[in-house]
């Protein structure tokens, strides 16, 4: 499940995300990269999920960069539809793997500056189900996953208040799922014109 959570404002964003990652099939608990950065587009690829599903999107988006004419506005265009032809093949590989593919989702978000709109955008992506299109909504403030714990808390900035929020929606993914799901470290990309900072913020 993990944790993903994004504060926006025009100037400054920051992209939080936990470390805890698992093996689908060995059930073997390990770290994993779930935020990665497109520095030379102030653009952060973050994921909750499939790390397997988030790393290929992350390597079609970081291909993507290298293109003359490249702009945050279009890989945020070309993600949902890419997401639609390889979901197919991921849930293929589930089912030989003879995974519970109730399990299978993913939740990405694509954060950065934008040239032209001088301001910082995003976009959040989530799948699910074949038969039904991936979900795109334009991130306006940000957004929380899980949101249920964080409803009665201010927006901060601050590394602390960052670290208190994920801190307190592992505890409740993991109650809720019964299992460890959540934890680790929080790792958190803080963005803003002509800066891409990367922080570990401590165990959650």
Known sequence: MSILNV?????RAFVAVDTLAQDAVSGEISEGAKLLLIPQ???VVAGRGSGQFFLRIYQLCLE???RKAFSIEQIMREVGPVMDQLWPKYVQAAQDANMDLAQL???IVVVGWSKAQSRIVGTAYAKSVVEQPTHIAALVGGIAAPGQPLRDLPDSFHPDAI???GSRQAAYVNEEEGRHV???RLIA????RGEALVRDLGTI
Not at 189 to 192: K, N
């Open 182 to 184: 959540a934890g680790g």
């Open 163 to 165: 670290l208190a929020a």
């Open 189 to 192: 990309a803080f963005l803003q």
């Open 105 to 107: 989702q993913a939740e």
């Open 64 to 66: 993507a960069s290298f």
């Open 41 to 43: 587009h102030n653009i």
């Open 7 to 11: 504060l926006m404002t025009p100037e």
